[in-house]
Nanobody, 114 residues
Framework: QVKLVESGGGLVQAGGSLRLSCAAS????????MGWYRQAPGKQRDLVAS???????NYADSVKGRFTISRDNDKNTVYLQMNSLKPEDTAVYYC????????WGQGTQVTVSS
């Protein structure tokens, strides 16, 4: 059973930073693309950033230049460094593995106050 556990969310003022972590159990991590998604109240869940097993990254336009995704295959962990946070970044953030073995974490709340 694969489990993804996010941590690092919280309340921060606009302009501040947070670093999210997603720790994966099981043996799929190193061969999976990992992604961070977010879902604000009343909105759909959208991709924020993804990183392939080889380290290629992809970002939503709204976070380019502010967020950085990275991974440590030895620790089975993917990170999302979020800088220059804005109130519109407020959402529950989820990590996801894929594309073959698809698992979701339980989510971590990020709240950015103005």
């Amino acid at each position: 059973q694969v489990k993804l556990v996010e941590s690092g969310g919280g309340l921060v003022q606009a302009g501040g930073s947070l670093r999210l972590s997603c720790a994966a159990s099981g043996s799929i991590f190193s061969i999976s693309t990992m992604g961070w998604y977010r879902q604000a109240p009343g909105k759909q869940r959208d991709l924020v950033a993804s990183i392939s097993r080889g380290g290629s990254t992809n970002y939503a336009d709204s976070v380019k230049g502010r967020f950085t995704i990275s991974r440590d295959n030895d620790k089975n962990t993917v990170y999302l460094q979020m800088n220059s946070l804005k109130p519109e970044d407020t959402a529950v953030y989820y990590c996801k593995s894929g594309p073959v073995w698809v698992y979701w974490g339980q989510g971590t709340q990020v709240t950015v106050s103005s």
